[in-house]
Protein backbone atom coordinates (compact mmCIF):
# COMPACT_ATOMS: atom_id res chain seq x y z
CA UNK A 1 0.00 0.00 0.00
CA UNK A 2 0.70 3.45 -0.23
CA UNK A 3 0.48 6.25 1.71
CA UNK A 4 1.07 10.24 0.92
CA UNK A 5 3.82 10.89 3.62
CA UNK A 6 4.37 14.25 5.41
CA UNK A 7 6.88 15.96 3.49
CA UNK A 8 4.72 14.85 0.61
CA UNK A 9 6.94 11.60 -0.91
CA UNK A 10 5.07 8.44 -0.97
CA UNK A 11 5.04 5.98 2.07
CA UNK A 12 5.48 2.11 1.28
CA UNK A 13 4.19 -0.02 3.74
CA UNK A 14 6.85 -2.70 4.04
CA UNK A 15 6.59 -6.04 6.42
CA UNK A 16 4.91 -3.81 8.55
CA UNK A 17 6.57 -0.44 8.37
CA UNK A 18 6.06 2.98 6.67
CA UNK A 19 9.12 3.90 4.74
CA UNK A 20 9.16 6.17 1.91
CA UNK A 21 10.56 5.29 -1.56
CA UNK A 22 14.06 6.80 -1.05
CA UNK A 23 14.54 5.16 1.95
CA UNK A 24 12.95 1.62 1.29
CA UNK A 25 15.48 1.51 -1.33
CA UNK A 26 18.77 2.54 1.21
CA UNK A 27 17.35 0.23 3.90
CA UNK A 28 17.00 -2.65 1.07
CA UNK A 29 20.73 -2.05 0.03
CA UNK A 30 21.86 -2.05 3.60
CA UNK A 31 20.25 -5.20 4.49
CA UNK A 32 22.49 -6.88 1.40
CA UNK A 33 25.68 -5.23 1.81
CA UNK A 34 26.39 -4.08 5.74
CA UNK A 35 28.90 -6.95 7.20
CA UNK A 36 28.61 -6.25 10.90
CA UNK A 37 31.61 -6.41 12.45
CA UNK A 38 32.12 -7.54 16.40
CA UNK A 39 33.10 -4.51 17.73
CA UNK A 40 30.75 -2.28 15.83
CA UNK A 41 28.04 0.10 17.47
CA UNK A 42 24.53 0.67 16.22
CA UNK A 43 22.95 3.90 17.89
CA UNK A 44 18.77 2.89 17.17
CA UNK A 45 15.59 5.58 17.07
CA UNK A 46 12.87 6.52 15.84
CA UNK A 47 12.79 10.05 13.75
CA UNK A 48 13.14 12.34 16.60
CA UNK A 49 13.73 10.32 19.60
CA UNK A 50 17.57 12.43 20.38
CA UNK A 51 19.24 10.82 17.70
CA UNK A 52 21.63 13.87 17.71
CA UNK A 53 22.33 13.46 21.34
CA UNK A 54 23.06 9.99 21.36
CA UNK A 55 25.28 10.25 18.58
CA UNK A 56 27.38 13.32 20.46
CA UNK A 57 27.33 11.43 23.58
CA UNK A 58 28.43 8.43 22.38
CA UNK A 59 31.39 9.54 19.69
CA UNK A 60 32.42 11.48 22.50
CA UNK A 61 32.75 8.98 25.24
CA UNK A 62 34.50 6.71 22.40
CA UNK A 63 36.96 8.77 21.64
CA UNK A 64 37.39 10.61 24.99
CA UNK A 65 41.17 9.47 24.82
CA UNK A 66 42.05 11.00 21.76
CA UNK A 67 40.80 14.15 22.44
CA UNK A 68 41.36 14.97 26.23
CA UNK A 69 41.12 18.57 25.97
CA UNK A 70 37.40 18.61 25.39
CA UNK A 71 36.72 22.29 25.76
CA UNK A 72 39.18 23.31 23.13
CA UNK A 73 39.64 21.02 19.66
CA UNK A 74 36.82 18.17 20.19
CA UNK A 75 35.17 17.45 17.09
CA UNK A 76 31.82 18.17 18.46
CA UNK A 77 33.14 21.86 18.71
CA UNK A 78 33.03 22.36 15.17
CA UNK A 79 31.38 19.08 13.42
CA UNK A 80 27.67 18.35 13.59
CA UNK A 81 26.50 15.08 15.06
CA UNK A 82 25.32 13.63 12.10
CA UNK A 83 28.73 13.93 10.25
CA UNK A 84 30.58 11.99 12.86
CA UNK A 85 28.33 9.88 13.20
CA UNK A 86 26.65 8.41 9.82
CA UNK A 87 23.14 6.98 9.50
CA UNK A 88 23.34 3.41 7.82
CA UNK A 89 20.39 4.92 5.30
CA UNK A 90 20.77 8.58 4.41
CA UNK A 91 24.51 8.58 4.43
CA UNK A 92 25.96 5.22 3.50
CA UNK A 93 23.61 2.90 1.52
CA UNK A 94 21.47 5.98 -0.51
CA UNK A 95 22.96 5.41 -3.72
CA UNK A 96 22.05 2.32 -5.26
CA UNK A 97 24.75 2.21 -7.75
CA UNK A 98 27.36 2.75 -5.15
CA UNK A 99 28.24 0.68 -2.12
CA UNK A 100 31.28 2.38 0.06
CA UNK A 101 34.06 0.43 0.98
CA UNK A 102 33.45 0.84 5.50
CA UNK A 103 36.43 -1.60 6.01
CA UNK A 104 39.06 1.61 6.15
CA UNK A 105 36.96 3.05 9.10
CA UNK A 106 38.58 3.18 12.44
CA UNK A 107 37.49 0.51 15.18
CA UNK A 108 35.09 0.54 17.11
CA UNK A 109 32.91 1.68 13.75
CA UNK A 110 29.66 3.80 14.72
CA UNK A 111 26.65 4.27 13.01
CA UNK A 112 23.05 5.29 13.47
CA UNK A 113 19.77 4.06 12.07
CA UNK A 114 16.24 4.57 12.32
CA UNK A 115 15.89 0.99 10.34
CA UNK A 116 13.15 -1.27 12.24
CA UNK A 117 14.81 -4.88 13.95
CA UNK A 118 13.08 -6.84 11.58
CA UNK A 119 14.84 -5.52 8.72
CA UNK A 120 18.17 -5.11 9.94
CA UNK A 121 21.35 -6.75 7.65
CA UNK A 122 21.58 -10.27 9.83
CA UNK A 123 24.87 -9.59 10.17
CA UNK A 124 23.82 -7.09 13.05
CA UNK A 125 21.77 -9.72 14.37
CA UNK A 126 24.56 -12.50 14.25
CA UNK A 127 27.08 -10.59 15.43
CA UNK A 128 28.40 -9.81 18.50
CA UNK A 129 28.21 -5.89 17.41
CA UNK A 130 26.34 -3.61 19.96
CA UNK A 131 23.04 -2.07 19.70
CA UNK A 132 21.35 1.21 21.50
CA UNK A 133 18.04 2.36 20.87
CA UNK A 134 17.13 5.26 22.63
CA UNK A 135 13.04 5.95 22.70
CA UNK A 136 10.92 8.76 23.81
CA UNK A 137 7.85 9.57 24.72
CA UNK A 138 5.42 9.62 21.67
CA UNK A 139 3.62 12.63 22.34
CA UNK A 140 6.79 14.64 22.16
CA UNK A 141 8.00 12.61 19.43
CA UNK A 142 5.24 13.31 17.38
CA UNK A 143 5.19 17.14 18.42
CA UNK A 144 8.87 17.51 17.39
CA UNK A 145 8.36 15.69 14.12
CA UNK A 146 5.61 17.53 13.31
CA UNK A 147 8.11 20.61 13.70
CA UNK A 148 10.63 19.37 12.45
CA UNK A 149 8.48 18.24 8.87
CA UNK A 150 7.24 22.14 8.73
CA UNK A 151 10.74 23.23 8.75
CA UNK A 152 12.26 20.93 6.19
CA UNK A 153 9.09 20.77 3.37
CA UNK A 154 10.59 22.12 -0.10
CA UNK A 155 8.85 25.37 -0.93
CA UNK A 156 5.85 24.74 1.56
CA UNK A 157 4.86 27.97 3.50
CA UNK A 158 1.74 26.22 4.95
CA UNK A 159 2.08 24.21 8.15
CA UNK A 160 1.05 21.16 7.82
CA UNK A 161 -2.40 20.39 8.92
CA UNK A 162 -1.79 18.87 12.72
CA UNK A 163 -4.94 16.75 12.66
CA UNK A 164 -3.93 15.32 9.71
CA UNK A 165 -0.97 14.34 10.45
CA UNK A 166 -1.61 13.19 14.18
CA UNK A 167 -4.47 10.68 12.57
CA UNK A 168 -1.97 9.58 10.24
CA UNK A 169 0.87 9.10 13.40
CA UNK A 170 -1.93 7.25 15.42
CA UNK A 171 -2.86 5.20 12.27
CA UNK A 172 1.32 4.34 12.45
CA UNK A 173 1.85 6.44 9.23
CA UNK A 174 5.20 8.17 9.48
CA UNK A 175 8.79 7.54 8.90
CA UNK A 176 9.74 3.95 9.95
CA UNK A 177 6.39 4.13 11.64
CA UNK A 178 4.20 2.67 13.66
CA UNK A 179 6.48 4.44 16.17
CA UNK A 180 4.93 1.59 18.78
CA UNK A 181 6.04 -1.53 16.69
CA UNK A 182 9.51 0.29 15.75
CA UNK A 183 10.07 0.66 19.96
CA UNK A 184 8.15 -2.67 20.72
CA UNK A 185 10.57 -5.03 18.68
CA UNK A 186 13.99 -2.89 20.28
CA UNK A 187 12.43 -3.72 23.67
CA UNK A 188 11.89 -7.20 23.47
CA UNK A 189 15.62 -7.71 22.48
CA UNK A 190 16.75 -5.60 25.31
CA UNK A 191 14.70 -8.16 27.74
CA UNK A 192 15.76 -11.32 25.92
CA UNK A 193 19.57 -10.10 24.61
CA UNK A 194 20.26 -7.75 27.55
CA UNK A 195 24.42 -7.59 26.56
CA UNK A 196 23.23 -6.81 22.86
CA UNK A 197 20.59 -4.24 22.76
CA UNK A 198 20.51 -1.71 25.43
CA UNK A 199 17.39 0.33 25.88
CA UNK A 200 17.35 4.28 26.74
CA UNK A 201 14.63 6.71 27.56
CA UNK A 202 14.88 10.71 26.50
CA UNK A 203 13.08 11.55 29.55
CA UNK A 204 15.64 9.37 32.02
CA UNK A 205 18.63 10.91 30.16
CA UNK A 206 17.03 14.22 30.87
CA UNK A 207 16.88 13.60 34.51
CA UNK A 208 20.44 11.86 35.10
CA UNK A 209 22.54 12.16 32.03
CA UNK A 210 25.60 11.51 33.82
CA UNK A 211 24.05 7.94 34.89
CA UNK A 212 23.13 6.94 31.87
CA UNK A 213 26.54 8.16 30.00
CA UNK A 214 28.23 5.43 33.13
CA UNK A 215 25.81 3.18 32.14
CA UNK A 216 26.05 3.73 28.25
CA UNK A 217 30.33 3.21 28.09
CA UNK A 218 30.08 -0.03 30.67
CA UNK A 219 27.56 -1.56 28.48
CA UNK A 220 29.85 -1.04 25.27
CA UNK A 221 32.83 -2.03 26.85
CA UNK A 222 34.21 1.03 27.89
CA UNK A 223 33.69 2.20 31.78
CA UNK A 224 34.63 5.69 33.48
CA UNK A 225 37.48 4.74 35.45
CA UNK A 226 37.70 6.55 38.90
CA UNK A 227 39.84 8.45 37.94
CA UNK A 228 38.26 9.77 34.94
CA UNK A 229 35.10 10.59 36.76
CA UNK A 230 37.15 12.64 39.81
CA UNK A 231 38.69 14.08 36.94
CA UNK A 232 35.80 15.14 35.92
CA UNK A 233 35.45 13.49 32.23
CA UNK A 234 31.90 12.73 33.17
CA UNK A 235 30.74 15.75 33.48
CA UNK A 236 32.37 17.69 30.67
CA UNK A 237 31.22 15.11 27.93
CA UNK A 238 27.71 15.86 29.30
CA UNK A 239 28.04 19.19 29.25
CA UNK A 240 29.29 19.22 26.05
CA UNK A 241 26.73 17.18 24.48
CA UNK A 242 23.83 19.28 26.46
CA UNK A 243 21.28 20.79 24.08
CA UNK A 244 22.29 24.32 25.49
CA UNK A 245 26.18 24.31 24.37
CA UNK A 246 25.65 21.85 21.05
CA UNK A 247 22.88 24.02 19.79
CA UNK A 248 25.08 27.54 20.69
CA UNK A 249 28.01 26.42 18.57
CA UNK A 250 28.44 28.24 15.35
CA UNK A 251 28.57 25.22 13.58
CA UNK A 252 25.54 24.24 14.77
CA UNK A 253 23.87 27.35 13.67
CA UNK A 254 24.93 27.13 10.09
CA UNK A 255 25.66 25.02 7.92
CA UNK A 256 23.55 21.65 6.10
CA UNK A 257 23.63 17.74 6.79
CA UNK A 258 22.84 15.03 4.24
CA UNK A 259 19.71 15.42 1.99
CA UNK A 260 20.55 19.71 2.34
CA UNK A 261 18.93 19.86 6.24
CA UNK A 262 20.07 22.43 8.27
CA UNK A 263 22.27 21.68 11.28
CA UNK A 264 20.34 24.06 12.84
CA UNK A 265 16.56 22.27 12.48
CA UNK A 266 17.99 19.43 14.90
CA UNK A 267 17.76 21.58 17.50
CA UNK A 268 14.51 22.98 18.73
CA UNK A 269 13.77 23.02 22.09
CA UNK A 270 15.35 19.63 23.83
CA UNK A 271 13.06 19.27 26.65
CA UNK A 272 10.68 17.20 28.37
CA UNK A 273 6.69 17.60 28.05
CA UNK A 274 6.80 20.44 25.13
CA UNK A 275 3.87 18.48 23.44
CA UNK A 276 1.65 20.70 25.85
CA UNK A 277 2.10 23.44 23.71
CA UNK A 278 0.85 21.80 20.43
CA UNK A 279 -1.71 18.99 21.36
CA UNK A 280 -5.17 19.43 22.36
CA UNK A 281 -6.57 17.42 25.36
CA UNK A 282 -8.63 15.13 23.23
CA UNK A 283 -5.63 14.38 20.88
CA UNK A 284 -3.19 13.58 24.22
CA UNK A 285 -5.97 11.13 25.46
CA UNK A 286 -6.30 9.29 21.97
CA UNK A 287 -2.66 8.54 22.04
CA UNK A 288 -2.29 7.58 25.63
CA UNK A 289 -4.95 5.32 24.66
CA UNK A 290 -2.72 3.72 21.82
CA UNK A 291 0.37 3.79 23.39
CA UNK A 292 -0.70 2.39 26.96
CA UNK A 293 -2.81 -0.83 24.57
CA UNK A 294 0.56 -0.77 22.26
CA UNK A 295 3.24 -0.65 25.15
CA UNK A 296 2.09 -0.63 28.46
CA UNK A 297 1.26 -3.85 27.99
CA UNK A 298 4.38 -4.83 27.94
CA UNK A 299 6.20 -3.07 30.30
CA UNK A 300 6.33 0.28 28.66
CA UNK A 301 5.30 3.36 30.16
CA UNK A 302 6.16 7.26 30.11
P1 LIG B 1 12.47 18.95 20.15
O1 LIG B 1 11.92 19.14 18.79
O2 LIG B 1 11.43 18.45 21.11
O3 LIG B 1 13.19 20.12 20.68
P2 LIG B 1 16.61 13.82 16.58
O4 LIG B 1 17.99 14.16 17.05
O5 LIG B 1 16.27 12.36 16.75
O6 LIG B 1 16.33 14.36 15.24
O7 LIG B 1 15.62 14.51 17.61
C1 LIG B 1 15.52 15.90 17.66
C2 LIG B 1 15.00 16.27 19.03
O8 LIG B 1 16.05 16.13 19.99
C3 LIG B 1 14.57 17.73 19.08
O9 LIG B 1 13.54 17.78 20.07
C4 LIG B 1 15.86 18.39 19.52
O10 LIG B 1 15.69 19.69 20.05
C5 LIG B 1 16.34 17.41 20.57
N1 LIG B 1 17.78 17.50 20.82
C6 LIG B 1 18.77 17.79 19.94
N2 LIG B 1 19.95 17.82 20.56
C7 LIG B 1 19.72 17.53 21.85
C8 LIG B 1 20.58 17.42 23.01
N3 LIG B 1 21.88 17.63 22.91
N4 LIG B 1 20.00 17.12 24.19
C9 LIG B 1 18.67 16.92 24.27
N5 LIG B 1 17.82 17.03 23.24
C10 LIG B 1 18.34 17.32 22.03
Given amino acids: PLEKGWISTNFHQYQGFWISTMFLQATLSCQKHFQALDTDILLVTTPKSGTTWLKALTFALLNRNKYPNIHNNHPLLTTNPHVLVPFLEVDIYYDKDFVPDLKTLSLPRLFSTHIPYVLLPNSIKESSCKVVYLCRDPKDTFASLWHFSNKVRPQCSEPLPLEESFEKFCRGVCLFGPFWEHVLEYWKESLEKPEK????????????????????????????SKEEESEGVVDAIVNLCSFEKLSNLEVNKTGKVGFGVENKDYFRRGQVGDWKNLLTVEMVEQLNTIVEEKLGKHGLNF
Fill in 197 to 224: VMFLKYEEMKVKPNFYLKKLAEFLGYPF
